[in-house]
């Protein structure tokens, strides 16, 4: 399944709009590409989520603000508030991924890792 199948399915489909999610973490150009179409793609209430989740209880967790800062993203990008049931899910999603990338690289996630 390409990319732009799995966009087109994101508003029928719960695991499509998850995946894009986390994909959408990969790095700043690929997150502010998207950013920029949001609109265009019927895809705002992925941003709204993942930015509102980010700078939600960040001190609590390290790689949020490494997230943040790699990103390079402000709290003024959403649109929307979300708060509740989203969040939780994302930080549900964000906490598998990085067990799959200590387990996969030996390493934590932080943005020191890829000097």
Not at 3 to 26: G, P, S
Not at 65 to 82: K, R, W
Not at 108 to 114: A, D, G, P, R, V
């Amino acid at each position: 399944m390409s990319l732009n199948q799995i966009i087109e399915k994101i508003n029928d489909n719960h695991r499509a709009k998850r995946f894009f999610a986390m994909y959408l973490l990969k790095d700043q150009e690929t997150f502010h590409y998207y950013y920029q179409m949001r609109a265009q793609l019927s895809i705002s209430f992925i941003f709204d989520t993942i930015i509102n989740a980010l700078f939600n209880e960040r001190e609590k967790k390290q790689v949020k603000q490494e997230l943040i800062n790699l990103l390079q993203i402000n709290a003024d990008m959403a649109d929307q508030s979300v708060e509740g049931y989203p969040l939780k899910e994302f930080d549900k999603d964000l906490n598998s991924f990085l067990v799959y990338w200590r387990k996969n690289t030996g390493r934590q996630f932080l943005h020191k890792s890829f000097e």
